[in-house]
């Protein structure tokens, strides 16, 4: 287990210097086309489990998380384009970090809807008596419900800051800007589900499956979310 650690740490430190090269060669975050996305989505999927394994010291469960991290760079690999002249405001050092940890937000939330998942199918074949490989491969439903919430609170804190950064920096970056843009909107409200769900948690004691059911329905609620954003075109955030 070490050794592998000791692996996906140094792969997180290369990856992280090859975004700032990238970002200094081009003079620009990478963020400037998709599969640059992809590349940054799949280094906040990693450091994201990384501030997971760090808040919780379990290190058993790195496998489901690192698979899609490796497809996003995969893909991101075999099409991604070194861009130098970009319109200015890509440029902006202010709206990388915007961006970063708005994906090192969504990663989190991510994350937790996987061991969400994992804990509702974890619970039906307990429910059902039907046991196998794939059981005894999983994590217990304590400890998948322990990583769902920490997950929840990383994306949670993540998604604060982007919105914290965005609300200082946005207004005075773009003439057109509105509090009623679409992305704007619907981000607030991912982020107003997942904080209700926290507080309600720790004033009620919200725990066990309605947990885990809540995570999920606030993860697709927020590709939802992502996904009609980007198809209303009257939004300042489309600059691409």
Known sequence: VGSEMCIRDRTLIVHLLYLGMRTVEFNHPPITNKFEIFSLLSFSLAFSYFLLELSTDIRSTGLFIMVLSFIFQIISSIFIEDLT??????QNRMLGMHVISALLGYSGITISAVYAFLFVVQYK????NKFG??????????LLEKLTVVSVIIGFILLSIAIIIGGIWLP????????????????????????????????KGFYGKKFMIFSLVGFVTAILSLVISSIITNSFHNFY
């Open 85 to 90: 002249n970009v319109k200015e405001v890509l």
């Open 125 to 128: 074949r307990i429910k059902m």
């Open 133 to 142: 490989l794939f059981f005894e491969r999983l994590p217990s439903l304590e």
């Open 172 to 203: 005075s970056a773009f003439p057109d800007f509105s509090y009623l843009d679409p992305k704007l909107l619907g981000t607030f409200a991912v982020w107003l589900i997942y904080f209700s769900g926290l507080l309600y948690k720790w004033i």
